[in-house]
C-alpha cells in the first residue's frame, strides 16, 4: 500500500495520468509472478527497486514525456543508483518477454461504459458518476484482493458504476434512465449484473469508498449523506433496498419490458 501511495504522489507532482500507476502495478504483478520475480517478494529492498522501475517504465512507455533515470534514483532518495534501475528494468523486460501492451484498465472500462449513458443524462450527473467510479478504480489498485482472485477490469468498472448510481439514491424523477442503461450495460457486458462476483466486488468497493470518504472531505461531499443509507453487506445480495440491485432491474425480462 505504502509503495502504491508513492506512485500516485509521483504522478500526481509530474501531473500524469493516474491510470499510469495500473499499468505499472500490472507490470509488477506480472513480473512477480514469473520465476525470476519471486524472490522479489521476499526481500523488501528488492520490491521496492521493482516497483519504481515498473513505474518508470510505464510512464515511458504512456504519457507524453518520461522521466530521467537520474531523477527515478532522485525520487527514490538516492537508494538506488541509476545502474540499479536501468538493469531492474531489462530483468523484467527479459521476464515478460518484452510483451508490455497495456490491457485495458478498469478506468478505461468506466470511461467507455459511461459513454454508454442516454443522451439526456445531464453533464453534472455523468461528471459526479464517473468521479465516483474513477475513484473505486483506484482503491482498488490498492487492494491486494483484486490481484489475488484475478477480478476482470470490466468487472471493477460495471461494479465502481453501479455503486456510484446507487449512491444518487432511485427515489427521484432523474433516474429514469437507469433501467435502460443497465440493460445496455447486460447487453454489451454478455454477463447478468446480479451475479456473485458483481455483487462481493460492489461490496468490497464500496466499503473501501465509505472508508475513505471518513477521511477524505472530498470523497465525502462527492456521495453526499448517500454514504450512510446506501451501506451493502460482504453477504451475496445482501443490498440495500434502495440500491439499484435489485433482481428485478437485472434479469433479461425486465431489460426485454423495456423494449
Known sequence: VKMCNWCYQVIDYCNFNRETVHIALSYLDRFLST?????????????????????Y????????????VRLV?????????????????????????????????????????????????????????TDIARHQTELSVIDYYFTKHQ???????????????DSGGRNNASTFWYRPYLCKL?????????????????AKLWRALTQCAGE????????????HYCMMDQKIGSISPGCVSRRS???????????
Open 35 to 55: 520465476k525470476s520475480g519471486r524472490p522479489y517478494l521476499q526481500d523488501a529492498a528488492l520490491f521496492q527497486l521493482a516497483t519504481i522501475t515498473t513505474l
Open 57 to 68: 517504465m510505464a510512464i515511458k512507455l504512456f504519457e507524453p514525456i518520461g522521466l530521467e
Open 73 to 129: 534514483s532522485v525520487l527514490s532518495r538516492d537508494c538506488y543508483t541509476e545502474k540499479q534501475v536501468t538493469d531492474m528494468e531489462m530483468k523484467i523486460f527479459i521476464a515478460l518477454g518484452w510483451r508490455m501492451h497495456m490491457i485495458p484498465t478498469p478506468l478505461a472500462f468506466v470511461e467507455h461504459l459511461i459513454a454508454l449513458l442516454p443522451a439526456s443524462v445531464n453533464g453534472p450527473t455523468r461528471k459526479r458518476l
Open 151 to 165: 477480478i476482470n477490469s470490466s468487472i471493477i468498472a460495471v461494479s465502481a458504476i453501479l455503486n456510484g448510481m
Open 186 to 202: 447486460r447487453e454489451v457486458l454478455g454477463c447478468d449484473l446480479e451475479m456473485q462476483q458483481v455483487n462481493q466486488v460492489r
Open 216 to 227: 477524505d472531505q472530498r470523497v465525502a461531499t462527492l456521495l453526499g449523506p448517500s454514504r
Open 249 to 259: 432491474v437485472y434479469t433479461q425480462s425486465a431489460c426485454n419490458d423495456t423494449k
